[in-house]
């Protein structure tokens, strides 16, 4: 092929990349690929300095195709086409090779990640000569957003959205507002009360202009792609509504971890042990008492029930720890000669104003005993004939290292969070991931936390994982924020990766049409071949790879693009 | 000298290429025979490029796409499986063992579960040894 100028660029990405592979000898070894003209290696080609190192290469040799040897695609992709762009040429021009996330980061041996980096390097070269043009088209975006969950989250995300004056249906499948923040007192650490926060939010949903609010229902799927999404709200008495949305945020939240299957705690056994959230109940009562109406004498607060834990969940619940000094400093407040125990397995009292609260809380006169995880759980067992208590909590104290008993009164369980049951259907209905966990992926964990996979999909609070309250609504918030900056533009740009029939080649047996998920593909009575709705095809390339005539490609993705990639892999006689 | 299986993957983008991605971020270390290709679904993975693959010179080649039901694109992955069972039929008629082609879904949280199916199956290629169709047909001819 005539004129094609290729230009590599390997990342040391500091030490991340260049502790493994041998750059220099990489570079070296690329200089000698087709159609290269010059090879190049930086700290950070990702830095300001390093895109402009690209850029006048582009300019000074005049390169029409760019390959770029860093990090992952899914990470600067996108980064780089821009790159490619300032330079003046068609941003999909380029190819990334990934030899941070699958070379230096998975392998030791450097002779090994060297040659592996070489020959992906080698084959993105063969595959980039192949690269045509692509321009971005653009989809215009319906303004109305669908939220589904009426938690702390969904309520905030929903309010900001409809005060900027555009429409929000929002969907709670219980019968009212408010999540797991309903159910609470007092909020740490300024002990604000949640009602005096959350009632004034739920009146304005409640009358707002521009909330369409369908309590008591659910959704069971969602067509469309983003701009142009569809769904049927069911609600109860067998009401199904149809919707039209441009965007839709998940903000399902999470449900509390059920003690009863973790037997040291006698959950279910002793009437006097409650989780966080029925003590939540008690303190809302106005009165702190036993269920036989007494007044405890021994209150035991113990952490991490269902986190940190392998047996149960590996990850830190988050909330439990500064809730845990809430209790301890309510009852404190409320029954000054009450004694607390609290039995914790590290104090996460990070946050603003938190560590203050902690020593607030720690002059109390609480009584703070740190347990051993592997050692075992703390144990409730029954109270001794002399004791006056019903409870005895055994533990191995870690500190002094001795076993220790606490009769005890009350048992106040800080359960974790875990995922809803049917997240993984929620997920599936929105076309997005779930981690081991089963919280929502989102599309990157610093760069992009409220966004997902899917364009148009948004995951706000504690679906993603645990969160506290100013957390979740700082989230709800950026979401709103994105969805509103792209309503008021009415268009986006959208993927130009699509599939394209070739009308000489299409022999009209419409195999493809039976394979497009989309309907993308539709059937030209006259001409009598297939033709691609650009606007449905989402470019996954299952039609290309059916065609028995090769007459769709999957632009990006084409046969010849990645035919050339395999023989760039072998190519040489490196390889082994 | 000990023989170093190549082994040419494909994986779509959403789910198995991410799944792989996250191995790297855990810093878990796996065999260095891999070399993966990007695809956006695996119901892209032309049964000609696993031919190309192993013409070119691969030991074997690797399908990964997103499990059963989580497709990105609804049902991509079936597809591939379809053309999965096809393939290994008739790899198996031109002589070619059903170990050298492997499909197996890796979602994206599966970093731990693609570290271990590299490895198992450089493993099962190194007892098998070299991909010898090649010289083979040439004794024929």
Known sequence: MEGIRIGVFICWCGTNIARIVDIEAVTKEA?????????????????????DLIIQDIRDHNLNRVVVAACSPNIHEKTFRKVLE???????????????????????????????????????????????????????????????GGGI?????????????????????KNKLGGIAANLDLSYPYMTNMGDMLDPLIDRVLSHLHITLFLGSEIKYILGYIGNFETTVYSGNNKQTEIVFGNVIIATGLKPFDPGNIEEYGYGKFPNVFTSLEFERILKSGKI????????????????????????HEYCSHTCCMTALKYAYQIKSELPYANVFDIYSDMRSFGKGCEEFYTKVSRKNVRFFLFNQENGLPKIVKGGDHSDCDMLVELD????????????????????????????????????????????????????PVATSTDGVYIIGSCQGPKDIS?????????????????????????????????????????????????????????????????????????????????????????????????????????? | MEFKPIIVSFLCNWCAYTGADLAGTSRMKYAP???????????????????????????GVLMCGCHPGDCHYHEGNYKCL?????????????????????????????????????DEMVESLRKLGPFKIKEEMETFI
Request: net charge positive; with cysteine.
């Open chain 1, 31 to 51: 200089e000698d690929f087709p159609n290269v003209v010059i090879s190049k290696n930086y700290k950070y080609l990702c830095s300001d300095p390093g895109q």
């Open chain 1, 86 to 148: 300032k330079a003046e040429i068609n941003g999909y021009f380029l190819e990334i090779v990934n030899i941070r996330e699958q070379v230096s980061w998975v392998h030791d041996d450097g002779d090994e990640a060297t040659r592996k980096a070489t020959a992906l390097i080698r084959a993105a070269v063969f595959r980039v000569k192949h690269h045509e043009a692509l321009f971005k088209r653009t989809v215009n975006i319906i303004p109305t957003t669908l939220i589904i």
């Open chain 1, 153 to 173: 989250s969904g309520i905030n995300a929903a309010l900001e959205i409809a005060d900027a004056g555009r429409d929000v249906f929002l969907v709670e499948k």
């Open chain 1, 289 to 312: 008492t036993t269920r036989e109406g007494k007044d405890p004498g021994n209150i035991t607060i113990i952490h991490c029930v269902g986190s940190r834990n392998e047996r149960f």
């Open chain 1, 397 to 448: 104290e870690k500190i002094t290292g001795k076993k220790i008993g606490i009769p005890t009164d009350m048992v106040i369980l800080m359960v974790g969070m875990e995922a809803h049951g049917d997240a993984r259907d929620i997920a599936h209905l929105a076309g997005i991931s779930t981690c081991k966990n089963n919280f929502f992926i989102e599309k990157h964990p610093k760069l992009d």
């Open chain 1, 471 to 576: 957390e979740s609504i700082a989230q709800a918030r950026a979401a709103a924020a994105r969805i509103l900056g792209v309503v008021s533009q009415g268009y986006v740009p959208v993927e130009p990766i699509t599939a394209e029939v070739n009308e000489d080649i299409c022999c009209g047996c419409k195999t493809c049409l039976k394979v497009c998920p989309y309907t993308a593909i539709r059937y030209d009575l006259v001409k009598k071949v297939s033709y691609v709705n650009e606007i449905l095809c989402k470019g996954c390339g299952t039609c290309s790879s059916a065609c028995s005539t090769g007459a769709i490609r999957c632009k990006h993705f084409t046969d010849k693009q990645i035919l050339s990639q395999i023989e760039g892999l072998f190519s040489t006689s490196i390889e082994v």
């Open chain 2, 33 to 59: 025979n891999i070399r993966i290709i990007r695809v956006m679904c695996s119901g892209r993975i032309d049964p000609v490029f696993v031919l190309k693959s192993f013409r070119e010179g691969a030991d």
């Open chain 2, 82 to 118: 379809r053309r999965f069972h096809l393939l290994q039929k008739y790899l198996l008629q031109m002589g070619i063992e059903k170990e050298r082609l492997r499909l197996d879904w890796i979602s994206a949280s599966e970093g731990r579960q693609f570290m271990e199916l590299v």
